[in-house]
């Protein structure tokens, strides 16, 4: 895809004032929250299900990064729900980066 000058003029300038989350806030957005701990609880599922199909001092690596990949598959899908405004763009992007 080839980008014309103000959309690259636009690419280059974006994040220059703009924040999703401001770096001073002490609190952290609800979602984030929750995205951060539904990721810490799906990591730690995954990793307990490839550990339990294990022959004793083998491990499986083709099958931990499929269960991780799916985690980050299904919190990537919880981020898009966040975002009604973005979820075209967000859909967009995990169309072509998430599909394996």
């Keep these: 895809m080839v980008l014309n000058g103000s959309a690259c003029m636009?690419?280059?300038?974006?994040?220059?004032?703009?924040?999703?989350?401001?770096k001073n806030n002490i609190r952290r957005p609800k979602l984030l929250e929750h995205l951060q701990d539904m990721l810490a609880h799906k990591m730690c599922a995954a990793e307990m299900m490839v550990d339990a199909n294990l022959?004793?001092?083998?491990?499986?690596?083709?099958?931990?990064?499929?269960?991780?990949?799916?985690?980050?598959?299904?919190?990537?899908?919880?981020?898009?729900d966040g975002f009604a405004a973005y979820r075209?763009?967000?859909?967009?992007?995990?169309?072509?980066?998430l599909t394996v």
Excluded: S
Aim: some cysteine.
């Design 10 to 22: 636009l690419a280059t300038n974006i994040g220059i004032g703009t924040q999703v989350y401001p």
């Design 55 to 80: 022959v004793p001092g083998q491990r499986n690596p083709d099958a931990a990064v499929c269960l991780k990949l799916d985690v980050y598959r299904e919190i990537f899908e919880a981020f898009i």
């Design 88 to 97: 075209p763009l967000l859909t967009q992007v995990k169309v072509n980066t």
